[in-house]
C-alpha cells in the first residue's frame, strides 16, 4: 500500500505543478493578485507531495519491499540501515525523486527569500520553476517511475552496487543535486525577466545570491565525487576526465562564468544578453549532466533503442527547456539591448576575458564528452578521447585565467588606471617571481617549467588578495572596519584564495607523486620517498555484508614508526564482486596510500603504493571556494537592497 | 577612426584571436587524443596502426594468463572469437579482470605484433561486458546466448558513478 501512496503523492504533485505552471503566470498577464498569489501554496504543497513520494519509496527501502522492482534492484536483507536509506538515490529512478524535491525545495526557497521582490515577477519565477517541475515529474512518473511493482515479488534483492556503499557516496550526489537544480533558479530569474521584458541590475542583483548558492552546491559536490574516486576506487587518481565528471564540471564551468558575468550585469548593466544565455546554459548543461550519467547514455548510445521513451522524453524537454527561452528573447531582443561603453583596459574586459576563458574551456571539454557519443550514434565506429586531450587543452586555457584572478579585483570599472595599478602591485608581483624563483633554485632539475608557473600563480593570487584584503581593512581603519566591508568581498577573495590552494595541490602532486606497483612477499620491504612499507602478510576479516582479505603493512620512517596501514580486499557475499579497499595515512603535506592487488602464491602479493604530496589541497581549495561562496550569499547587500527595489517598483507602478 | 569604434575593433581582435589560438590547440590536442577501437580480428588482419596507441577489446582467453614470478608483469591472451591478440601489461589489474571476462585494454601494438597495455579496464559488473567487446564478438559472430541477453538489458540495470575500475601501469 505505502508505495501506492507514493505514486499517488506524485501523481498529485504533477497535478499541482500543472497548477503552479499556469495560474500564476496568467496572474501576472491579466494582472490578478489572487492568481499571483497562488504560487506560494502551490510551492508548498507539492514540495510536501514530493517528500511524501520520497518518504515512501525509503520506507520501501527500509521494510525491504522487494515487490518494489526498483528497492529489488538497490537492496539486500543484509545491507546496512544507513546504505539502505541511500540506495533510494543509488539508481536511476529514485535518483530523479531525489533531484525532484530538490527542486520542490529550491522552489519553496525562493518563494520564502523572494516575499521582497515585486509581486508579478516572483509569481513568474515560480511559474517557470513550476513547469521545470512538471516536466521532471512527468518524466519520473511515465517512463521511470520509481513504484513500479515486481510480480511475484522476489524473496531477496540484488543488493546495492558496493561501490556506492560508503559514507562518500551518501553525500556525494545530494550535494551534486543541489548544485544542477540550483541553477534552474538562476534559469527561471532569467526567464521571467525576458517575459517581463526587463534584464535591469535589480534582476542580476536577485540572481546573484541564487547562481552563488547553487555553484557552491555543485563545487562541494564535485569535490566530494573526486575525494570519493581518490580513496574509495583504489587506484589514488582524483580526476580522470571521466565523461560522468565532466558531465559535473561543464555547468560548474559555464556557472563560474555567470556569477563573474552577473557581477557585471549588476555593477554596470552590461553583458545582459550574454548573463542571460550563460544563465540558460548553466541549466540546460545541469540537465544534459543528469541525463548523460542517469539515462546509460554513456555505457551505450544503443540504449536509447532499448527504451526510445526516456530518449525522446528528454530530448523534448531540453528541447523545449533552451528553445523556449531563445524565442522569448528574440522577441525581447529590441527592449532589452544595453548600452554600455567602457575603456580597453577595465574591470568589464577582464570579466569578458574571464568569461571567454572559461566558456571555452568548456566547449572543449564538451567536444571532447559528446564527440565519441555522436560519432557512436552514427555508426562511425568506437572512439574515446583520452585524458591528454583534455590536460592539452585545459592548462593553457587555465594558466592566463590564474593570472586574471590576481589582477581583476584591483581593476576599476569602465575605466582604469594601468600606471597606476602597476605602482601599486609591482612589489607583490615582484615578490611572487621571487619566491618563484628561489623554489626554482630549491628543486632545480626536479620539476617542469609547468610547475613553476603552477605555483607562480598561486603564489600571486594568494598575495594579490592578501594585499587586497590588507588595504581595504586599513582604508576602513583597521580590524574595526570589518564590519564595514561587506562580505561578498571577502568571499571572493577566499574564493580565489581556494582556487590558488587547488591549484598548489594539483601542481604538486602530478609533478612530485610517486606510484609503485610491486610484489612483496612477507617480510618484503619497499622504500618510497623515505618511508619504509614492511609487508606482513595478510589475514581475514569480516565485515556486515562482506568478507575480506586484509594486507598488513607497518611503515617507518628513519627507523621510527609511522603506522599500520591495512589495505582491504573484499568480496562482497551478493552481488560476488571484488573490491579494492584502499588504506591510507593522511597529512595535510602528503598521503601514503595503499591498495591491495592480486595474490601471486606462497603469500606473496602484488601491493600498489603512492606517495601523494599536497593532495589533499585539491579538496581543501574547492572547501574554501565554497566557504567564499557562504560568505558571498551572506552579504548583507542583498537583503538591505531588495526592499530598496521594491520602493522603486512601488513608485513606477 | 573614432576612438569608440577603434576600442571595439580591438576587442573584438582580442576575442578572434583568443578564439582562433584555442581552436587550433584544441583541434590538434583532439586529433592526437582519439583513441580508436579495435578488436582482435581487425588486428590480426593488420588494420590496427603500430606504434600508435588505441583501445582493443575481448575476452579474457581461459588459461591464457600468466605471470612472472618476481614481477608485476602479466601477460593473456584476448578473443573476439574468431582470433585472439596477446597483451602485456606492468601493474595491477582492476578486481573485476577475470579468465572468460569481457575487458578493454589500452596501449600500443610493437613492431613484434605484441600488444604493451598501459591501461586495463573491467567493469564493475561481473555480467556487464563493455560495448566495444559486445560489438566485437556480434562481428565476429560468437556472442555467447546469455551475454546477447544481458547485453540487450544493460542499458539502465545499473548506472553508476565512475563504473569502470582500471589498472595504470607505472
Redesign the interface.
Known amino acids: 500500500m505505502i508505495p501506492e501512496l507514493g505514486n499517488l503523492a506524485l501523481a498529485l504533485a504533477l497535478a499541482v505543478a500543472v497548477v503552479l505552471s499556469v495560474v500564476p503566470l496568467a496572474g501576472a498577464l491579466r494582472g490578478n493578485h489572487a492568481w499571483m498569489a497562488v504560487a506560494h501554496p502551490a510551492s508548498v504543497v507539492m514540495l510536501l507531495l514530493l517528500m511524501l513520494a520520497y518518504a515512501c519509496l525509503s520506507w520501501a527501502f527500509v521494510a525491504h519491499d522487494f515487490s518494489v522492482l526498483y528497492v529489488a ?1 538497490n537492496s539486500h536483507t543484509e545491507l546496512p540501515l544507513v546504505y539502505r536509506l541511500t540506495a533510494v538515490w ?3 529512478e529514485g535518483s530523479l525523486l531525489l533531484w525532484l524535491v530538490m527542486l520542490g525545495g529550491w522552489t519553496v526557497a525562493v518563494s520564502v527569500f523572494s516575499r521582497a521582490l515585486p509581486e508579478v515577477f516572483t509569481a513568474r519565477v515560480l511559474a517557470v520553476l513550476g513547469m521545470v517541475s512538471l516536466g521532471f515529474i512527468a518524466f519520473t512518473l511515465f517512463t521511470s517511475n520509481p513504484f513500479e511493482r515486481l510480480f511475484p515479488a522476489p524473496m531477496q534483492g540484488t543488493d546495492l ?1 558496493p ?2 556503499q560508503d559514507p562518500g ?1 551518501i553525500i ?2 545530494p550535494l551534486l543535486y543541489m548544485g544542477y537544480v540550483g541553477f534552474a533558479v538562476a534559469y527561471a530569474l532569467a526567464v521571467a525577466a525576458l517575459i517581463g521584458g526587463r534584464l535591469d541590475s535589480a534582476w542580476a542583483r536577485w540572481s546573484r545570491p541564487w547562481t552563488t548558492a547553487a555553484w557552491l552546491f555543485l563545487t562541494a559536490g564535485i569535490a566530494l ?1 573526486s575525494w570519493w ?1 581518490y580513496y574509495e ?3 589514488g ?1 582524483w580526476w ?1 576526465w ?1 565523461p ?2 565532466n558531465a559535473s564540471f561543464l555547468p560548474w564551468l559555464v556557472g563560474t562564468a555567470l556569477i563573474h558575468s552577473l557581477a557585471v550585469t549588476e555593477k554596470r548593466g552590461a553583458f545582459k544578453i550574454w548573463t542571460v544565455l550563460l544563465a540558460i546554459s548553466a541549466f540546460a548543461l545541469s540537465l544534459l549532466g543528469t541525463f548523460l ?4 547514455v ?3 548510445v ?3 533503442a ?2 526510445p521513451e526516456r530518449g525522446a522524453f528528454l530530448l523534448g524537454f531540453f528541447v523545449i527547456a533552451v528553445g523556449a527561452p531563445l524565442l522569448l528573447y528574440a522577441w525581447r531582443a529590441p527592449r532589452v539591448r544595453s548600452v554600455v ?1 567602457f ?2 583596459f577595465s574591470r568589464e ?1 577582464l570579466m ?2 574571464n568569461n ?1 576563458f572559461l566558456v ?1 574551456a568548456a566547449a ?1 571539454v564538451m ?2 564528452t559528446l ?1 565519441p557519443l555522436i560519432m557512436d550514434a552514427l555508426g562511425q ?6 585524458p ?2 583534455f590536460e ?2 585545459f592548462v ?2 587555465m594558466l592566463p585565467l590564474l593570472l586574471l584572478v590576481g589582477l581583476g579585483p584591483w581593476v576599476a570599472w569602465k575605466r582604469a588606471d594601468a600606471a597606476a595599478l602597476a605602482r601599486r602591485l609591482w612589489l607583490t608581483f615582484g615578490v611572487a617571481v621571487a619566491l618563484c624563483a628561489i623554489l626554482l633554485l630549491w628543486l632545480w632539475g626536479q620539476a617542469g617549467l609547468l610547475v613553476f608557473v603552477g605555483l607562480f600563480m598561486a603564489l600571486w593570487i594568494v598575495l594579490s588578495s592578501a594585499q587586497g584584503v590588507f588595504e581595504r581593512l586599513r582604508r576602513h581603519g583597521g580590524l574595526a572596519g570589518l564590519r564595514r566591508i561587506p562580505a561578498g568581498f571577502f568571499g571572493m577573495h577566499l574564493a580565489h584564495v581556494g582556487v590558488a590552494v587547488l591549484v598548489v595541490g594539483v601542481t604538486v602532486v602530478s609533478a612530485f607523486e610517486i ?5 612483496m612477499a612477507p617480510g618484503d620491504t619497499l622504500e618510497v620517498a623515505g618511508y619504509e612499507f614492511r609487508f606482513g602478510g595478510v589475514r581475514e576479516v569480516a565485515g556486515p555484508n562482506f568478507d575480506a582479505i586484509e594486507g598488513v603493512l607497518r611503515v617507518e620512517r628513519n627507523g621510527r614508526y609511522v603506522t599500520t596501514l591495512t589495505p582491504q ?1 573484499r568480496y562482497y557475499r551478493v ?6 579497499q584502499a588504506s591510507r595515512h593522511p597529512r595535510p603535506w602528503r598521503d601514503l596510500f595503499t ?1 591491495l ?2 595474490p ?1 602464491g606462497d603469500g606473496a602479493w ?1 601491493v ?1 603504493i603512492h606517495f601523494k604530496p599536497m593532495v589533499h589541497w585539491i579538496w581543501g581549495g574547492a572547501g574554501l571556494m565554497v566557504l567564499g561562496g557562504l560568505l558571498a550569499i551572506s552579504d548583507r547587500r542583498y537583503r538591505a537592497r531588495r526592499r530598496d527595489d521594491r520602493a522603486i517598483e512601488g513608485k513606477s507602478a | 577612426m573614432h576612438p569608440q569604434r577603434k576600442r571595439r575593433l580591438y576587442g573584438v581582435l582580442f576575442i578572434v584571436i583568443g578564439v582562433g589560438i584555442a581552436t587550433a590547440l584544441t583541434m590538434t590536442a583532439f586529433r592526437e587524443n582519439l583513441l580508436f577501437f579495435f578488436s582482435p580480428s581487425q588486428i590480426a588482419a593488420g588494420e590496427a596502426p603500430v606504434e600508435r596507441t588505441f583501445r582493443a577489446g575481448g575476452l579474457v582467453v581461459e588459461d591464457s594468463v600468466r605471470r612472472e614470478q618476481d614481477s608485476t608483469e602479466v601477460s593473456f591472451e584476448l578473443t573476439d572469437g574468431a582470433h585472439s591478440v596477446r597483451v602485456f601489461y606492468d601493474g595491477i589489474l582492476p578486481d573485476l579482470f577475470r579468465e572468460g571476462q569481457g575487458i578493454v585494454a589500452m596501449g600500443q601494438l610493437g613492431q613484434d605484433g605484441v600488444f604493451r597495455a598501459s591501461q586495463v579496464l573491467a567493469k564493475h559488473d561481473e555480467n556487464y561486458m563493455p560495448p566495444e567487446v559486445a560489438e566485437a564478438l556480434k562481428a565476429a559472430g560468437k556472442m555467447p546466448q546469455h551475454e546477447m541477453k544481458q547485453y540487450q538489458t544493460d542499458g539502465y540495470s545499473r548506472e553508476n558513478d565512475s563504473d569502470y575500475e582500471s589498472g595504470y601501469r607505472q
Open positions: 534492484g543509488g539508481g536511476h552496487n561501490l556506492l557516496m556525494h550526489p565525487g574516486a576506487l583504489g587506484w587518481g580522470f571521466d560522468v565528471e550519467v542517469r539515462s546509460g554513456l555505457t551505450s544503443h540504449a536509447f532499448t527504451d561603453s575603456e580597453l574586459t569578458l576575458a571567454v571555452t572543449t567536444l571532447g564527440y565506429g568506437r572512439i574515446s578521447v583520452g591528454p586531450y592539452a587543452v593553457p586555457l606510484e609503485r606497483h610491486v610484489r580486499k552481488q560476488r564482486e571484488p573490491m579494492t591498495a592487488g592480486e601471486l602484488t600498489r
